[in-house]
């Protein structure tokens, strides 16, 4: 099986997608920018968290070293901290895929759809790091919240857009390791609406007082 580095993994999303991997059986690396502080992360959510198949199935790293070791990366980033962290791992992830859960969240206003210069997060990831690495958007409109709690079953599909066939189909099969159903939403480009929707969900759970409202897709079995 795999290994996936998880880069900027030290918050709720990157941890929880980790402690979903590994319970699966994903050699998982959880990235941050200083080794100390991902370690340190791995450590507080083994203690938290008392399952046999962790062990030895989760560590941390500098997310350059990380993104070297695995074969893989998923990238757990705030916005404002997308392109300096690409930029310094544009040679590590060469030859890998990269799914990036990145949405272009512009604060204090983060229930207003925000569109970057590059009109999406995952349409930068890629122009950053050049063709050499196969971009994925997907995650987006999972709540952190949901994926936190290792044990929660999480009622919300996966939207996974690439111009790669073969990087869509992995994410999907990321998705569903981590209990969830992955969609195939088409080329990278749709990645525009799928980070437009993470605002509009923030939106509905203030509204609603809920904590993680989610994207269903209906008509498939």
Not at 53 to 60: A, D, I, N, P, T
Not at 73 to 98: C, N
Not at 112 to 119: A, D, E, N, S, W
């Amino acid at each position: 099986m795999k290994t996936i580095a998880v880069l900027g993994g030290t918050g709720k999303e990157g941890s929880g997608l980790a402690l979903r991997w590994a319970r699966f059986g994903y050699e998982v690396i959880i990235g941050s920018r200083s080794a100390e502080k991902a370690t340190r992360r791995v450590a507080e959510l083994l203690a938290e968290i008392d399952h046999p198949s962790l062990r030895g199935g989760l560590q941390g790293m500098a997310n350059e070293d990380a993104a070297r070791q695995a074969d893989h990366a998923v990238l757990t980033v705030p916005y404002s901290a997308h392109r300096a962290t690409l930029t310094g791992l544009i040679q590590p992830l060469e030859g890998k895929i990269l799914v990036d859960v990145t949405v272009p969240l512009q604060p204090p206003k983060v229930r207003g759809v925000h569109l970057p210069p590059g009109q999406a997060a995952a349409l930068e990831a890629q122009e950053i790091l050049g063709d050499a690495v196969r971009v994925v958007a997907a995650f987006q409109n999972v709540s952190a919240e949901e994926l936190v709690d290792a044990a929660h079953e999480v009622d919300c599909d996966v939207l996974v857009c690439s111009d790669d066939g073969e990087a869509r189909s992995f994410a999907i099969e990321l998705a569903e390791a981590a209990g969830m159903r992955g969609i195939d939403a088409g080329g990278l480009r749709n990645a525009i609406a799928v980070e437009s929707l993470t605002p509009v969900l923030l939106h509905i759970n203030r509204h609603y007082r809920i904590r993680g409202s989610g994207v269903r897709i209906t008509g498939i079995d």
